[in-house]
């Protein structure tokens, strides 16, 4: 199909989209991502997202994924992540506080989740950022083994530093 409207060398996600136009409109996505970050400690059911935007379930999640990246449940992790994020390195809250005001249902969520995604736990991200190093970064989607410490475990303080290690992107226009 790409080569069908001069571009042979086109994503098939991106091709598809553009060809059907199967993801959400501009509108849609800000609705759902408002609605989702409401209260991040509360779970918006899928159905309840795609009522809102006057779509059917099925076709609400497979448009939000093509539209954003993740599924909606995922996208909502990856926000909770990044805001956890940015509590550890501005603030001095217990990780306990920041899992809660983060929506996690404990520090014991919040840790298994974070070190899933980043390949760290919370306190051990908060201290490599706290001592100047650079962030651990989230893995491709997927991928669910950590890039975490072990990667660096020996390693001297320069060499950490160019590990690969950064935080996790911003997912969509949060703000």
């Known amino acids: 199909m790409g080569a069908a409207i001069g571009m042979p060398f086109m994503p098939r996600d991106l091709e598809r989209r553009i060809t059907t136009g199967a993801g959400l409109a501009p509108w849609q996505v800000e609705l759902a991502q408002r609605l989702l970050l409401a209260d991040l400690s509360a779970e918006f059911p899928v159905a309840k997202l795609a009522g809102r935007c006057g779509l059917s379930r099925s076709h609400f999640a497979r448009a939000f994924r093509i539209s954003t990246g993740l599924p909606p449940h995922r996208w909502l992790i990856r926000y909770r992540l990044r805001r956890a994020q940015e509590l550890l390195e501005r603030s001095d809250l217990s990780i306990a506080e920041i899992a809660l005001s983060c929506g996690f249902a404990d520090q014991s969520h ?38 975490g410490l072990e990667a660096i475990a020996g390693a001297g303080k320069a060499d950490r530093r160019s590990a690969g290690f950064r935080a996790v992107e911003p997912v969509g226009s949060a703000r």
């Open 110 to 147: 919040l840790t298994r989740v974070f070190h899933d995604i980043i390949g760290a736990s919370p306190a051990a991200w908060r201290r490599l950022r706290k001592a100047g190093l650079a962030l651990p970064c989230a893995p491709q989607s997927g991928d669910r083994r950590g890039h």
